[in-house]
């Protein structure tokens, strides 16, 4: 007769609710997607109501679509009461809205500037902020920022984005130090170079595409399923004792 483990089921989120934005597509979508699996009930965050719609379609009652603009820095107030309506406060954030504007050094504009460090920075801390009182007075939290392969290198083209991916990296640092005593564990996600919208330049081109997975340790590069577990260690109890800290999951990219 099989024993039943001694051990509680560490990634079950049954009775947890999850905020995700950039649900509408690439590693965002697949975060949700994740943890509905898990039996979070899930709020998805985009622009994008076709795209909420299908999700919806997909995972039923346990997912809320809320349309906002993430990146619209007067409005974030109301996107944190709007995403709290459905199933109550979030006790899980994750932050997969981006913008990469892929300009070199030399072509940064102001604007294409401030765009990038509005949506990857500023809006991943002043959102969480938002939620932070509910999960205090709960005594538990997850926020999970995304990080990137360029919080730690520099990449052609990636000034802007990069800036805002490294600040990513120590924001996460800031947040865990802040918040974690109340229970509210801060991680980040760097992914490496996995196939979606935002990558969409890279995967473009053949060769690219070829390289980058000749310099991982795995030999392949990233779908947006090899997000699941890192997803769902980051969000449940199974990562009680891990805060602050930047994950890399890039095939081993970093590591050669």
């Not at 990137?148 to 052609?156: E, N, T």
């Amino acid at each position: 007769m099989r024993q039943a483990s001694i051990f509680p089921n560490l990634f079950d989120l049954s009775g947890k609710v999850a905020c995700v934005t950039g649900a509408s597509a690439g590693l965002g979508r697949r975060a949700v997607i994740a943890l509905a699996s898990a039996g979070a009930k899930v709020v998805g965050v985009a622009r994008r109501r076709d795209a909420l719609f299908s999700l919806k379609q997909e995972i039923g009652e346990a997912f809320s679509g809320v349309d906002h603009d993430v990146a619209n820095r007067d409005l974030l107030e109301d996107l944190a009461q709007n995403a709290a309506q459905p199933f109550g406060s979030p006790d899980i954030i994750v932050h997969a809205a981006g913008i990469n504007t892929r300009q070199s050094a030399d072509e940064v504009t102001s604007q294409g500037w401030d765009m990038t460090l509005d949506l990857n920075l500023r809006t991943p801390f002043f959102l969480s902020q938002y939620f932070v009182p509910a999960m205090r007075e709960k005594g538990w939290g997850r926020i999970i920022n995304f990080a990137s392969l360029q919080s730690f290198r520099a990449f052609p083209g990636g000034l802007a984005y990069g800036v805002s991916k490294g600040g990513v990296a120590q924001m996460t640092r800031a947040m865990a130090e802040a918040w974690s005593c109340d229970g509210i564990n801060a991680n980040a996600i760097a992914p490496g170079f996995f196939r979606t919208e935002l990558t969409a330049p890279v995967f473009a081109d053949p060769y690219r595409v070829a390289r980058n997975a000749e310099q991982t340790c795995i030999g392949r590069n990233g779908e947006p399923e090899d997000i699941d577990g890192t997803v769902l260690f980051l969000a449940s109890n199974a990562s009680a004792y891990v805060t602050g800290q930047v994950l890399m999951v890039d095939g081993g990219f970093t590591a050669k």
